[in-house]
Every structure is written in C-alpha cells, then in structure tokens.
C-alpha cells in the first residue's frame, strides 16, 4: 500500500524521505530545561541536517505513582512550548489527555498525540482528528498491531488525514516491555507513516515500585532494528544528564550521545532504501 507523505512545518514524514527525529524530554521540567534542551536538539539538528520535531509534555497524566512528577500543566506548558516553536522554529509535538485539552493544544502545537493507554478512547480520537492538525497515536501495550486500523478510523471521523501511528512496545508479563517489529509494516500497511519510539521500547513500566524503570543501554539496537524494518521517524526521550531527570531517565537517551546514535541509524536507512 501506497503511505502518504505527512508535512509537519516543513518536516515530511513518510514516502521516500529521510528518516525523521521526534526527540525531547519526557515532560517539561522547567522553562529553562525545556528551552535549552530545545536549542541544543536544533543546533545538533541543523548540522547533522536532522529532519527534527521537537516533543515534550505539559502533564504525564498516567504515571504510576500520586506521588510522581507530572509537569506545569497546560496552561504554563503551552507557553513553553509556543515559546520553543517562535524562538527555533521547530515543529512541536505534546500529549493531549482529554477531550477538554485538545482544543487548546492545537492552537499551539503541530502534532496532537493520543498516549499509547488512550489509544482506544473514542471521543479523544475524534476531538483530536477534527482540528485538522497531524495526529500520532501510539499503539497501545495491550494492542495488536492490526487493531490501530480502528484508532485510524476513528481519527478520520473527525476530518483527519495526516496520521502518524507509533510502535512502543508491548506488555510481556509484569513490567516488562518486548517490540515486535512486525508491527511497523503491518501499521504501515494502514496507509500511514510510523514511527518507532525507541526509549519507551526498553521501559519496565512499575517496575521501580512506585516508578517505572528502563535501559537505555539497548534503545540504539531496537532503533537500529527498526529502521531496518522499515519505519519513517524514530521517536526518543533525551536530556544532558538523564540520571537526574524527573520522569523517565532509566531509559532516555543521553544528548550527548545522540550524533553517534543518529549516524548510524541514517546509515540502515540510506542501506534499506
């Protein structure tokens, strides 16, 4: 099947264009963070020629514990992020939780994505797809690829055509993650581009008790993988120092290391295409 081309302010994703980089914190700790982490991810971008969007969450609203870190909140978060995408005019991605916030969100941002435990919530689906902006909807842990064929429907109910549908992984017991790259081509198969989200691949949800831990040390080998399957955008969480991050730094990638990583992955997908 023929996969259409989405166009992300200037960024194409999908066809025959160069593998793209959707990358940034896990949530937005601070101005400050969120604004240098963002310069240092476009400067790395502009002379790696990366095609880059830049993500990053106002709230994690399904972490494990009451107790977690879960970001400003809407209101202050947009903020960052229209302040992210005027001073580096990079393209912006954020989560939207419920039907309520969506509105809001994409007067700001470029792509609305639906969280992978929000894959099946109709009306969100439906919200998110009648703003006309792109939409990525991570596939669900307790999901079969095939299934996303039903989020998909449900996003072009609302008026949607620009879809991206993202592979992280999927429950294999108890806090336990597995990626099955079957699922890239089989979600590519639904006429849309995908995308591989390499950190929350190698997530152990819960598995730190109140938290969930990871290992980044084999996102770069999954990432790898999947570029040679076949995906056309590689999703990853990073920081300077993701060891002192609030959310998710057992399986973020360090920033520093990222040049080396993303060489070798435009590598595989100079070698497969």
């Keep these: 099947m023929k996969v259409k081309t989405v166009s992300i302010g200037g960024v194409k ?6 593998l793209v980089l959707i990358a940034g914190p896990c949530v937005i700790e601070s101005r400050e963070a969120c604004l240098d982490l963002a310069r240092r991810l476009v400067r790395l971008a502009k002379r790696e020629q990366v095609p880059l969007i830049f993500k990053a969450s106002y709230d994690k609203a399904n ?65 998110a797809g009648s703003t006309r902006k792109v939409v990525n909807v991570k596939k669900g842990q307790f999901m079969a690829p095939e299934d996303m064929g039903h989020a998909v429907a449900k996003v072009e109910s609302g008026g949607c055509k620009r879809i991206l549908l993202t592979e992280r992984g999927s429950s294999f017991g108890y806090h336990n993650l597995v990626a099955d790259m079957r699922s890239l081509p089989i979600m590519r198969n639904l006429g849309y581009p995908v995308v591989f989200d390499a950190t929350h691949s190698v997530q152990r949800p819960g598995g730190g008790g109140d938290h969930s831990i990871g290992d980044r040390d084999w996102a770069p080998y999954l990432a790898r993988a999947a570029v040679a399957t076949g995906c056309d955008a590689v999703f990853v969480e990073t920081y300077v120092d993701p060891d002192r991050a609030l959310c998710d730094g057992p399986n973020a990638l360090v920033l520093k290391d990222l040049k080396s990583i993303w060489a070798r992955l435009r590598a595989v997908d100079e070698a497969v295409n």
């Design 13 to 18: 994703v999908g066809g025959r264009h160069p």
């Design 63 to 127: 972490r494990s514990s009451i107790r977690a870190f879960r970001g400003p909140g809407i209101e202050e978060g947009l903020d960052v992020l229209a302040e992210v995408k005027e001073r580096y005019g990079v393209p912006v991605l954020t989560d939207v939780h419920s039907v309520a916030e969506v509105t809001a969100a994409a007067k700001v941002v470029d792509v609305l994505q639906i969280p992978a435990f929000l894959a099946r919530q109709t009306d969100l689906l439906q919200a």
